[in-house]
């Protein structure tokens, strides 16, 4: 079965996540005087009195959002009344300032005016819906998640604005909080009829579904830590993501395929009226990825190439190392392009960009910040320096970008983006032999403990660690202790107590989250859940993904001795694959057949859709005659037996 990652975001939730995440029994331990100090150094040294962002974060608001979304059953979705705590002003010892200010601007949610026939639905979802009325229908930009948050907040424009019909849809690019909510604004059957238009740059189909399979149930138990997914909301909790609150627990993810797939870099089509020149810009913020200008009305959209914010070089639930460099250089072709040309930028999280002046500043600025990652990164290890020691060196940015809220390590960090950089040019290895074959991090752990004079000891080092505020040499301390004895319930909250206090001080919303979700599972074990499965996404699945997937699932240890040959026929589409399981190793060949294959299965798409949806299995359709088999069929038996099935419960912060 395909399991979901996220996206993009990360899809880091699954049904009942939020209301389980507010009944937690775990209550996250106050402030230490250390953090209280450094937390209150943060009021001293970043202008929080600057309210420019509060003024466009709520300009143009026609009617707000507060409430809340259900799902068909009645569950609650999606909820903004979990984050009413952070309506006080004054930010809680436990959350840096500099957070709690973002947390705040990104609750400010509802219907938006950005200008003349466009409009925003912000504070639905992860990211924003955005609505260009043109001269018969609606353009919507970005669907959102799921069905429900993309429905809910159509509806509340048609309360405000004309009901015209939806007549295009434009996903800027590959990630899920941008497209998995299409069938909540059209209907399929429109689309198919010629009465809606799908636009999305090219490779976005193979993009959206990609990225998600091969190492899906890992990313997925991982952006559980980076949304914080599970974790209470609130002053000791959850409180943002740095480019929107969360994402919704639970819902409906669809896909609909595009009808105009973009592939040259800047393509102009009038839809409705509206002239858009598209700017491809594949492999800046995701594989597949584009800009969008709107001449007519000065306006540019910069999808997620954009955030009042640092992005992610390498998102902390995994992903390909995106280039910087790249980055960098889109960010400069799109000023030189609309800059002088541009009143307004908007994006597809947070909130919009005014005036020409600001608008050219902010590119240029962002630009910079990429380039001097990059570059920066670059510099240091040809001086031989290492990944850890680029990321302690790299506390700044250089000049006037340092002081701008825009380039504030809310989302990306400089640190994390740094050995992101480092991996995309030389890997994971530092190129000291100590590091070649290290031992596993049980195995480590055991001989620091014994080496550091026992638990007893290292506990005790732990604690005068935390007394002197050094956290970071804390966690590491614990971490060894937890890995060496699990079941040290002092070691376990004495480790929950440090990653508590660093997640306290952070300013990046990720960095946070991850430190609670750490300290909440040390405290309270992992939950036992399933991932989360779209039809439209298994559906769009293609053969060859499928047997791709099927590699990266069999246990090669199993499959040694049972070598065998199985062709694939897939009867409604004429493709033909020939599988090869030869020294435990799965491969395949696509338009072949083998000449003597062991056994030949012959299925429909639909077919092998309605398995990996579980709607049947596969004795009941080689039953009912949906599956035929030539020759020996006990040896697709014998394959299917050697699959492993993956679950995102895995341990992380102890063995």
């Known amino acids: 079965m395909l399991r979901m990652g996220i996206l993009a975001v990360v899809l880091a939730s699954v049904v009942g996540t939020a209301a389980a995440a507010e009944s937690s029994p775990t209550q996250g331990k106050p402030a230490s005087s250390a953090t209280v100090e450094k937390n209150a150094a943060v009021l001293k040294h970043l202008p929080l009195d600057d309210r420019g962002d509060y003024e466009s974060a709520t300009r143009g608001l026609i009617a707000p959002f507060k409430g809340e979304i259900k799902d068909v059953a009645g569950n609650t979705i999606w909820s903004l009344r979990s984050y009413e705590f952070l309506q006080a002003e004054q930010s809680p010892d436990t959350v840096n300032p500099s957070l709690w200010r973002i947390a705040k601007l990104n609750t400010i949610a509802g219907l938006f005016r950005v200008t003349e026939r466009v409009y925003q639905m912000r504070g639905f979802d992860l990211a924003n819906m955005t609505i260009i009325e043109g001269d018969t229908g609606l353009i919507v930009i970005d669907p959102l998640t799921v069905m429900e948050t993309s429905r809910a907040a159509l509806d509340l424009y048609y309360q405000h604005r004309p009901r015209k019909p939806v007549v295009a849809v434009i996903h800027t690019h590959s990630h899920i909080d941008h497209f998995g909510g299409?069938?909540?604004?059209?209907?399929?059957?429109?689309?198919?009829?010629?009465?809606?238009?799908?636009?999305?740059?090219?490779?976005?189909?193979?993009?959206?579904?990609?990225?998600?399979?091969?190492?899906?149930?890992?990313?997925?138990?991982?952006?559980?830590?980076?949304?914080?997914?599970?974790?209470?909301?609130?002053?000791?909790?959850?409180?943002?993501?740095?480019?929107?609150?969360?994402?919704?627990?639970?819902?409906?993810?669809?896909?609909?395929?595009?009808?105009?797939?973009?592939?040259?870099?800047?393509?102009?089509?009038?839809?409705?009226?509206?002239?858009?020149?598209?700017?491809?810009?594949?492999?800046?913020?995701?594989?597949?990825?584009?800009?969008?200008?709107?001449?007519?009305?000065?306006?540019?959209?910069?999808?997620?190439?954009?955030?009042?914010?640092?992005?992610?070089?390498?998102?902390?639930?995994?992903?390909?190392?995106?280039?910087?460099?790249?980055?960098?250089?889109?960010?400069?072709?799109?000023?030189?392009?609309?800059?002088?040309?541009?009143?307004?930028?908007?994006?597809?999280?947070?909130?919009?960009?005014?005036?020409?002046?600001?608008?050219?500043?902010?590119?240029?600025?962002?630009?910079?910040?990429?380039?001097?990652?990059?570059?920066?990164?670059?510099?240091?290890?040809?001086?031989?320096?290492?990944?850890?020691?680029?990321?302690?060196?790299?506390?700044?940015?250089?000049?006037?970008?340092?002081?701008?809220?825009?380039?504030?390590?809310?989302?990306?960090?400089?640190?994390?983006?740094?050995?992101?950089?480092?991996?995309?040019?030389?890997?994971?290895?530092?190129?000291?032999?100590?590091?070649?074959?290290?031992?596993?991090?049980?195995?480590?752990?055991?001989?620091?403990?014994?080496?550091?004079?026992?638990?007893?000891?290292?506990?005790?080092?732990?604690?005068?660690?935390?007394?002197?505020?050094?956290?970071?040499?804390?966690?590491?301390?614990?971490?060894?202790?937890?890995?060496?004895?699990?079941?040290?319930?002092?070691?376990?909250e004495a480790q929950a107590e440090a990653l508590e206090q660093l997640g306290y001080q952070s300013e990046s919303a990720l960095w946070r989250n991850m430190y609670l979700t750490g300290a909440m599972e040390l405290r309270n074990g992992v939950r036992q859940q399933s991932g989360r499965s779209s039809a439209d996404l298994i559906k769009a699945l293609e053969p060859g993904m499928f047997f791709d997937f099927m590699a990266v699932r069999l246990d090669s240890e199993k499959a040694q001795g049972h070598d065998m040959t199985i062709n694939w026929i897939f009867s409604d589409r004429q493709e033909s694959f020939a599988l090869t399981l030869r020294n435990g190793v799965l491969t395949y060949r696509d338009n072949s057949r083998h000449a003597n294959a062991d056994a030949t299965v012959t299925l429909t798409k639909a077919t092998l859709d309605r398995i990996g949806l579980r709607q049947i299995d596969l004795p009941t359709a080689l039953k009912q005659g949906d599956i035929r088999i030539e020759g020996d069929g006990r040896k697709l038996s014998e394959l299917m037996g050697m699959l492993a099935t993956f679950t995102p419960s895995f341990n992380i912060i102890a063995p």
């Open 182 to 492: 299409v069938r909540g604004v059209v209907d399929e059957a429109d689309v198919k009829a010629g009465k809606v238009a799908i636009y999305a740059p090219g490779g976005f189909m193979q993009e959206t579904v990609s990225e998600n399979v091969f190492a899906g149930n890992a990313m997925f138990r991982r952006a559980q830590y980076q949304s914080a997914a599970l974790t209470p909301r609130g002053e000791r909790g959850q409180v943002d993501t740095g480019f929107g609150k969360t994402v919704p627990a639970g819902g409906t993810i669809s896909l609909i395929a595009p009808t105009v797939e973009l592939k040259q870099n800047y393509e102009t089509h009038r839809i409705d009226g509206i002239e858009i020149e598209f700017q491809l810009t594949q492999g800046a913020e995701a594989p597949a990825d584009m800009n969008i200008y709107l001449p007519q009305l000065r306006a540019l959209c910069m999808a997620d190439n954009l955030l009042p914010a640092m992005h992610n070089i390498l998102t902390p639930r995994g992903a390909e190392v995106r280039d910087a460099k790249a980055w960098s250089r889109y960010l400069d072709e799109t000023l030189v392009r609309y800059g002088e040309k541009t009143d307004v930028l908007f994006a597809q999280h947070n909130w919009p960009t005014w005036g020409g002046e600001h608008v050219r500043t902010l590119l240029a600025d962002q630009r910079d910040m990429y380039a001097f990652v990059n570059d920066r990164t670059l510099h240091l290890l040809n001086l031989g320096m290492t990944p850890t020691e680029i990321a302690e060196a790299m506390q700044r940015l250089p000049g006037e970008l340092e002081n701008k809220w825009y380039t504030r390590g809310y989302y990306g960090t400089l640190s994390f983006n740094a050995r992101a950089v480092y991996q995309r040019y030389l890997g994971f290895y530092d190129a000291n032999p100590a590091n070649l074959d290290p031992l596993t991090p049980v195995e480590a752990g055991k001989r620091y403990v014994e080496a550091l004079g026992g638990s007893a000891k290292v506990l005790e080092l732990i604690r005068g660690a935390m007394e002197k505020g050094d956290y970071r040499w804390a966690v590491q301390l614990g971490n060894h202790l937890v890995f060496a004895e699990p079941e040290n319930a002092k070691a376990r």
